[in-house]
């Protein structure tokens, strides 16, 4: 497998992935009585659901990758 192939492999593998899994319509910011903003729970949201993405995307990569052997 060549390194175009393989790059080709990855990119198609995280688009697929990206489509197949439904992501968050909302993200909220929490700010408290005092003005304080909390982005904390917009960015663990959004991280996890990047994980999500990637870990399915890369394990479909792997798992073809290994089989093209």
Same mark, same amino acid.
């Given at each position: 497998m060549t390194e *175009?192939? +393989?790059?080709k492999l990855v *990119?198609? %593998? +995280?688009t697929e992935a990206c489509k197949s899994a439904e992501?968050? /319509?909302k993200f909220f910011i929490t700010a408290n009585?005092?003005?304080v903003t909390d982005g904390g729970d +917009?960015?663990?949201a959004l991280l996890q659901d990047v994980? *999500?993405?990637v870990q399915k995307g890369m394990t479909d990569v792997l798992k073809e990758a290994l089989? %093209? /052997?």
């Amino acid at each position: 497998m060549t390194e *175009q192939d +393989l790059e080709k492999l990855v *990119q198609n %593998k +995280l688009t697929e992935a990206c489509k197949s899994a439904e992501h968050p /319509k909302k993200f909220f910011i929490t700010a408290n009585g005092r003005g304080v903003t909390d982005g904390g729970d +917009l960015y663990n949201a959004l991280l996890q659901d990047v994980i *999500q993405v990637v870990q399915k995307g890369m394990t479909d990569v792997l798992k073809e990758a290994l089989l %093209k /052997k």
